[in-house]
């Protein structure tokens, strides 16, 4: 029977409640009933087909909490009784007080969002706000203007226009910077969805910046910086209250810096909602400086906040009023606001009570058999048997609720929840109490399904659902609803029965039922789930707009703070329990007209009617109420807040400061372990132990195990177990900020990067990089350095100068006839430098004369030499140069002074040939032409002259002009002899040079020469190709005529000895910049300037070699190396990058160093922060070993300027001694940002902008390629580098010292450097001992604890398989213990050996790697080492030495993923295509766990440490448990085919591929990557995870790229 609650009439009038029958529908006895049920049905079906809601839409949001920790902050509101979790309005709790939430302590910023849609009140109409402001908007706005007010107003009443008109009046004082002085508003929201729609709103309609916060946007990571970077751009704050609230208590955002806030459903203000802990900061300001204070404003539909009477309201009323220091204000013209309000007509509909049937008190008895069991048991705690209790009471409930045919079903969703909970429970006994639970359910579940295959969802049902289904009857298709209900299950269980009955009845087939529920916040930590169950909510509601479904069986999630589109129909299944929930869900039927039905059973009708009529009277109290309200006072604030203040808070900077209060310290210890570093298996809480005394009771805080912090924190005796676990978190946040856990503004201290550096290095400010740029030490940042001379080749002065005598001798076959040996030539050439030179023989080749060795003999000091001879080897010196390198006279000038080193002639006795130098004395060119000629006038050929002669043709002008030598006379031909294409254009030579060239020629007797080009390659430093050697050797002879031709003044034997000059130079210079290099930050020196070896480009093998022959692992023979000899090519090798194109490069040195750098800081780093966890120790060396330390050292130096980094190309690159450019040319082409590589190109100075413009287009598409840029720089003095080639260079060097002078000379390189030392102490040669691994304090017990463990984790069988037997067993104990082993409480979780171990291992497979596979390439060494020390192998490693068995640790989906690992090992699979922890996928979904190859890194650490840092017995255990996988080949593990593609596609083109992350569509089952390769068809890999589908995009593109090659270069 239904009864109607007398049409709704606005609260100030009388509202009367007419008495119902207590009959059901369509009853003899009450006849009319069914005619009422349908005029309320069918009066609200006039305008069904409403638009989909109101309120601006805003961005989705979907976010998750972690709950499983013993830190719950337990009670919640004695006011509200609600305990809403800080961000997570929109999470109901089952059961509960009108489904409110269950309150969790780790209330993190993610919050629980909930609902990702536009935000609950009707705002605005459909069309977005109407800014015409109604007459009672601006009377409240006049109100608010005035003073604190909390504007109370009904659902689409514009609250939001009124705060955004205040937001506008006070903006001037929020405009600007917050750091010069301005301030900002806030905007505090209660659910996720609130903070993109009143955003939106706020953006919209004012011209302000505005910032929105909410969790999913990571604000929890955010730094200090990051915080300041967001608030001081934006002048609009709107964010969830749990954001505010940390960014107040930390002071990062403090309330004397906000000018106004404005609270929405500001209703939530009470108990320990995080709206209260912000009005209770702003009270504490407001008593110490109100003039900082910020305006308040307040907006509600609903006052009072829970069920109360009437004479409670007034108290609670001033409760709100206080805590928000505002006055309620309501508008005068009530009939106005009614307009716009939701006025639903409200009926409530009576149903009888059940009648058991034999079914179900059959269930009833069994569920309360296992009930009864569970009491019994002595082992299990209250709280476990509380939990099955509620299991069965959940069921049952359902069971009396909808009826028989629900059991089974109510019965599985129990079943369902069990196996989430078993997946996440680690104590062992409430594991098998769950266990054994599901297994009876699943017995009765079977017996109830085999009784319900006769059953209907039609009949077999309760008779509140029956009564469901005839308000259904008289419903019109076109009608939208919400069907509101206590419970999840119900909610789930309900929509299950009204699918089957739209199946089962035509009637019903109109019903398109779908159901939302908040998130279930207990279910587990893994933000995935709670996305995925946001992500439905989302489709549900869009559903429902679109019209795809009609009816939304829903818990209070969508009372509030989600807007959904308009209803006609509001049915409350089960009654609203408090004022709140009966004004909000009311506030729901928004259609005109609409519909808003209680459901209630015939025997609580009274009541109901009661409560209902006290509902009425507190409305219209309330409204009667908000009139001329005062301001609460001071006193009355304080007294308010005094009462949940047990404890002070923690306030060491000062009230305005950063605070830790009772009520935010459990979860700032939630928010700090939650930090720790942690597995996806294990979710690290503190333990908490309670202990009676005399007045209460005392908590005691215990962090996991491998927390800094290790000691127990106990807090004051308090009256209950709450307020004793809120004050010793209290004391331990005190605790954690005193030992610098906790930062400055008291959150987990976030290390920045300078900070990391912090006691391990001194290094300088880098300067502040502009958005956009390339970070310091990537490979994208390049920057432009000096090429630097060395100091022999530096400025020469007056005084005493030192001459060398270069000898240069073939050696070995030569490849032609064509031969360059000074020994044998009148005249070699020499060098005058002042400085004392460092050399040694060194190899140049060519495949003209194939390899000649260069070796440089000091001949004499000489002084006092006579200025005109010095001119004349100056201008030796020009002339040479000049005519080799064609030197552009446009762009240089040539100084004398400004040379270090000259070039000079030499005769056999090592003397300075002055012959040749007065033959060209007085030349001005090399190619001035010699005038042969009869006394006829004629030309006079002179065999003598032509001998070992170079010619040059005088009829080629221009830049270049081609240089030839003689190979023959060729007496038998004159210019009249026939030309070899006569019969295509010319007869004779005669002809062909006349005609082409018009040339003279007026000797026809001349014999005719036979020439060959002069080579123009001047870089001799590599072997050439064979290729193009074969081109070469194969070149023909040309005939020339030699009245055409000029003869250079030197002989051609000589000539060749020049062309080696450039090549001779570089080598010189580069290695006495090594020797320099060394000189300064290494001890070790040269004995002589002259080094007797010849450079042996593969010292590095022979070094190796040695090692082979004494079958040790290179890195243990390293360790007892010494040597003070550092040749100085060692060097040389480590500074020359492979884009030199030199016999060699410094990538294998690289890998080698960089494997050491790693090993000998993570051992420094154990051993000397003993206190710090493993992702402390790891985030610390990741900083003082990366790429952006060891470049900026580098630096200070001087290293990026003795780097040798580009292809020597002498014209338009290499040294030019006493040229130098003319400063006009120089700025002139700076200023027009002529390229790097276009500079030599330069012709014409007068027309420079065009001639650079032209060079650009020409070359346009070699640039593309070669991705040059427009790099300006001088190439002949300066060169371009990028950061990481700087810091692979450190590295080089680092594999240089180590393989030449042994382990001490790689750390005194480090000290030198600068790496490890700080404020002048070398850490990394400090003397560090090894400390036990035992921290407690009772070394007697811990003595005891470790035999223990040592006997249970049969450790003596451990040390058997690994054939090692530990001195200090207590080091094998902490390898096997993982971090969730809480048990253990006398030494560390292996973490820390872990990070020690993972960096020896890495060192000594580099060096079994290095020292076996001598001719593998850098990249081949990286991707065995990775293949040998990836998990994948180290948990194989694991598996098949059974170490699995030892392992101590606490987390039942850890085991359970050992065992899926150990079965999958079982059959053959392709490696690399399983999921790590380290893939995003979740953590039931991970194929390989991580703490198998941890506890393989852990004992080699732990061996490590025990044998005393032995790094050979270090290694006979690796070998013990690794085996036969140490003698894998390349051949043997799977191709990186992502470095091998990036190589051969960067190769050819630079940057030519990039790989690109797909994101996942909501029903993908597969990973997806996209590779690009430039020229080609994107192709797209597949896979189970990112990084398998980006191996498999890898391999398609190298699949198509090479089909893509000429065949020639497949």
């Known amino acids: 029977m239904a009864s109607e609650l007398t049409g709704y009439s606005p609260p100030h009038q009388k509202n009367v409640v007419e008495t119902c029958c207590k009959r059901r529908l369509g009853s003899e006895e009450d006849s009319s009933a069914e005619p009422d049920v349908k005029k309320v049905i069918l009066e609200s079906g006039v305008s069904f087909k409403t638009s989909l809601g109101d309120g601006v839409p805003g961005p989705t949001s979907e976010t998750g909490v972690s709950s499983r920790t013993p830190l719950s902050n337990g009670t919640a509101d004695p006011a509200s009784k609600s305990g809403v979790s800080s961000r997570a309005s929109m999470s109901d709790g089952v059961p509960g007080p009108a489904g409110s939430c269950t309150k969790t302590m780790a209330a993190t910023h993610a919050g629980v969002s909930q609902i990702p849609d536009t935000a609950g009140e009707a705002e605005a109409p459909e069309g977005g706000f109407d800014f015409a402001a109604r007459a009672y908007q601006l009377e409240l706005f006049e109100e608010a203007r005035k003073r604190n007010s909390i504007l109370v107003l009904g659902t689409g009443s514009g609250k939001t226009f009124i705060s955004i008109l205040l937001i506008k009046e006070l903006a001037e004082q929020i405009r600007g910077l917050l750091s010069e002085g301005n301030k900002r508003t806030v905007f505090v929201v209660n659910t996720v969805p609130l903070v993109h729609q ?115 309201a007034i108290g609670l009323m001033k409760k709100l009023e206080t805590a928000m220091d505002c006055a309620l204000v309501t508008t005068t013209d009530h009939n106005e606001v009614v307009k716009y309000s939701t006025g639903p007509k409200e009926k409530v509909i009576c149903y009888d009570s059940d009648e058991a049937s034999e079914y179900r008190e059959s269930i009833r008895a069994r569920l309360q058999t296992i009930i009864e069991d569970a009491k019994c048991q002595q082992d299990i705690k209250k709280k476990s048997k509380t939990m099955v209790k509620k299991k069965m009471e959940n069921i049952i409930h359902i069971m009396d609720s909808l009826g028989d045919w629900c059991v089974s079903r109510a019965i599985m969703y129990e079943i369902d929840h069990l196996d989430i909970m078993e997946q996440i429970e680690d104590v062992p006994t409430v594991r098998e109490l769950i266990a054994m639970l599901r297994e009876k359910l699943k017995e009765i579940y079977d017996f ?168 009425r009277e507190i409305e219209g109290f309330l409204t009667q109420s908000c009139h001329d309200r005062q301001l609460p006072t001071s006193a009355e604030a304080s007294t308010h807040f005094a009462e949940d203040e047990y404890i002070a808070p923690y306030e060491p900077y000062g009230v305005e400061g950063p605070k830790v209060t009772i009520n935010s310290a459990i979860p700032l210890i939630n928010v700090y372990c939650g930090k720790l570093p942690q597995d996806k298996f294990t979710l690290l809480t503190p333990e908490v132990v309670y202990k009676k005394s005399e007045g209460g009771c005392v908590a005691e805080i215990k962090l996991p195990i491998n927390a800094c912090f290790r000691d127990n924190v106990q807090g004051d005796c308090m009256e209950n177990k709450d307020l004793a676990k809120k004050s010793a978190a209290l004391c331990l946040c005190k605790k954690l900020h005193e030992i610098g856990e906790l930062d400055h503004h008291l959150r987990p201290a976030e290390i920045s990067d300078d900070s990391l550096l912090e006691g391990l290095v001194d290094v300088p400010p880098e300067a502040p990089i502009k958005a956009g740029e390339p970070q310091p030490g990537t490979k994208k940042r390049r920057q432009v350095y000096d090429k630097e001379v060395c100091q022999a080749f530096t400025h020469l002065d007056e005084g005493v100068y030192k001459l060398y005598f270069i000898t240069i001798q073939p050696t070995g076959t030569q490849a032609t006839d064509l031969l360059i040996n000074s020994t044998k030539s009148d005249v070699s050439l020499g060098l005058i430098c002042q400085g004392n030179l460092i050399h040694c023989p ?56 400004g040379s270090g080193v000259y070039v000079v002639p030499m005769g056999q006795a090592s003397t300075i040939d002055m012959d040749v130098l007065n033959q060209v004395c007085s030349l001005e060119s090399l190619r001035a032409p010699i005038v042969c000629s009869s006394q006829a006038g004629s030309f006079s050929f002179q065999s003598s002259c032509y001998e070992d002669a170079i010619i040059y043709p005088l009829y080629e002008t221009g830049k270049t002009v081609r240089m030839f030598y003689v190979k023959q006379i060729l007496t038998n031909y004159t210019p009249q002899a026939e030309f070899p294409r006569s019969k295509k254009l010319c007869t004779s030579y005669f002809d062909y040079y006349t005609q082409k060239y018009d040339a003279k020629i007026s000797n026809m007797q001349q014999p005719l020469l036979a020439a060959k080009h002069v080579p123009k390659e001047l870089n001799y430093l590599k072997p050439p190709s064979s290729y193009k050697q074969k081109k070469k050797l194969n070149s023909d002879s040309v005939k020339l005529v030699p009245e055409l031709c000029g003869i250079l003044p030197l002989k051609a034997s000589l000539w060749w000895q020049v062309m080696c000059i450039p090549s001779i130079l570089h080598r010189l210079n580069s290695l006495n910049l090594a020797h320099q290099l060394n000189a300064t930050i290494s001890d070790s020196g040269l004995t002589s300037e002259c080094l007797d070896h010849k450079i042996i480009f593969n010292w590095s ?3 190796i070699a040695r090692t082979r022959e004494t079958q040790q692992n290179l890195c243990v023979s390293l360790v007892e190396r010494k040597s003070d000899f550092m040749h100085p090519f060692a060097l040389l090798h480590a500074l020359t990058l492979r884009g030199a194109n030199d016999n060699f490069d410094l990538e294998r040195l690289e890998v080698l160093g960089d494997s050491f750098l790693k090993y000998i800081t993570s051992e420094y780093l154990f051993l000397k922060e003993t206190k710090n966890h493993e992702g402390r120790l790891t985030q ?99 060169h371009m580098l990028s950061d990481k080639s700087i810091a692979d260079s ?79 067993k207590s080091f094998i104990v902490q390898a096997v213990t993982h971090s969730s082993y809480s048990p253990n409480k006398v030494t560390d979780c292996y973490q820390r050996l872990e990070f020690l171990g993972d960096a020896v291992l890495d060192y000594l497979v580099t060096g079994h790697i290095y020292s076996n596979y001598t001719s593998y390439s850098p990249g081949q060494i990286s991707d065995l080492r990775s293949h040998y020390v990836k998990n994948e192998t180290l948990a194989k490693v694991a598996a098949e030495m059974k170490l699995t068995k030892h392992l101590l640790h606490m987390a039942p989906k850890l085991s359970a993923s050992i065992d899926k690992f150990l079965k999958l090992l079982e059959e ?36 490590y440490l025990d044998s005393g840092r032995s790094l050979q017995e270090t290694w006979e255990v690796i070998k013990v448990m ?44 597969e990973a997806k990557y996209h590779v690009k390769i430039q020229g080609l068809p994107v192709v797209c890999g597949k896979g189970k995870n990112y990084r398998t589908a980006k191996i498999a995009a890898a391999k398609l593109g190298l699949r198509e790229y090479r089909a893509h090659l000429p065949k020639k270069n497949v």
């Open 1290 to 1368: 450190v590295e080089a060097l680092i594999g240089a010292y180590l393989l030449t002078g042994g382990t001490d000379a790689a750390i005194n390189f480090l000290h030198k450097l600068g790496l490890g030392v700080c404020n002048g102490e070398s850490l990394l040669k400090s003397q560090l001992d090894v400390p036990s691994a035992v921290v407690s304090q009772d070394a007697q017990q811990a003595e005891s604890e470790i035999r223990r463990y040592y006997r249970i984790s049969c450790l003596d069988r451990l040390e058997k398989a690994i054939k090692y037997s530990f001195n200090d």
């Open 842 to 897: 060194f190899t140049l080749y060519y495949p003209k004369w194939g390899e000649v060795e260069v070796k440089l003999e000091f001949i004499k000091e000489i002084s006092g030499e006579s200025p005109e001879l010095m001119s004349r080897i100056e201008h030796f010196h020009k002339l040479i140069f000049e005519t080799l390198l064609q030197i552009n006279s446009v762009l240089f000038d040539f100084n004398a002074k």
């Open 448 to 615: 109830c399904t085999k009784e319900e295959t006769i059953m209907g969802p039609l009949m077999h049902v309760s008779n509140k659902v029956k009564k469901l289904y005839e308000i259904f009857s008289v419903c019109k298709e076109e009608v939208y609803g919400l069907i509101f209900v206590e419970r999840r299950n119900t909610a789930k269980i309900l929509y299950d029965l009204l699918l089957e009955a739209a199946k089962e009845s035509d009637d019903f087939a109109f019903v398109k039922p779908l159901y939302v529920v908040g998130s279930n916040s207990r279910l587990g930590f893994d933000i995935r789930l709670a996305q995925l169950e946001l992500r439905k909510q989302k489709e549900t509601l869009n559903k429902f707009r679109n019209g795809d479904c009609n009816f939304i069986v829903t818990t209070s999630v969508l009372e509030e703070g989600v807007d959904i589109r308009k209803c006609n129909v509001v049915i409350r299944f089960d009654r609203p329990l408090n004022y709140r929930s009966y004004v909000q869900s009311r506030g729901r039927a928004r259609a005109h007209p609409s519909r808003y039905l209680i459901m209630v059973k015939e025997s609580e009708l009274k009541d109901l009617l009661e409560t209902v009529e006290v509902y």
């Open 1101 to 1103: 093998e022979e070094v």
């Open 1180 to 1278: 610390r060396r990741g900083k003082l070993i990366c790429n952006r330390t060891l470049f900026s050292l580098a630096k200070l130096k001087a290293v990026p300027q003795k780097i040798q980094s580009v292809n020597l190309e002498p014209p338009v690159n290499g040294f030019l001694p006493g040229f130098l450019m003319k400063p006009k040319v120089n700025e002139q082409l700076r200023r027009y940002d002529v390229a790097y590589d276009k500079w030599a190109r330069v012709d014409n100075l007068d027309d420079l902008k065009q001639e650079a413009e032209e060079m650009e287009i020409d070359s346009e598409g070699k640039e593309s390629k070669n991705n040059t840029g427009s790099c300006c720089y001088n190439p002949w003095s300066q």
């Open 1522 to 1565: 690794m085996g036969d996988m140490l003698n894998k080949h390349l051949t043997d593990i799977p191709v990186n085919c992502v470095r091998e593609l990036y190589e051969l596609v960067n190769e050819k083109v630079p940057g030519g591929v990039t790989f690109e992350k797909v994101p996942r569509l909501e029903n993908d089952d």
């Open 198 to 312: 009143q955003a939106l709103a706020i953006e919209t309609h004012t011209g302000l910046q505005v910032g929105r916060y909410e969790g999913s946007m990571g604000v929890d990571f955010w730094t200090p910086e990051k915080w300041f970077e967001e608030l001081e751009k934006n002048e609009v704050l709107v964010m969830v209250a749990e954001i505010f609230k940390e960014l107040v208590l930390h002071a990062k955002l403090p309330l004397s810096s906000v000018n106004l806030i404005i609270m929405d459903e500001c209703h939530h203000t009470t108990g320990s909602h995080p709206m209260r802990q912000i009005m209770r900061e702003y009270e504490k300001v407001k008593a110490s400086f109100p003039v900082k204070c910020p305006r308040v404003l307040g907006l509600t539909a609903c006052v009072i906040h829970r069920k109360c009477k009437k004479n409670e």
């Open 1468 to 1503: 053959p699979y392709e490696e690399d295509t399983l999921n790590t922890e380290e893939d995003e996928v979740d953590a039931e979904d991970v194929d390989i766990p991580k703490a198998l190859g941890d506890l393989v890194e852990s004992i080699v650490g732990a061996v």
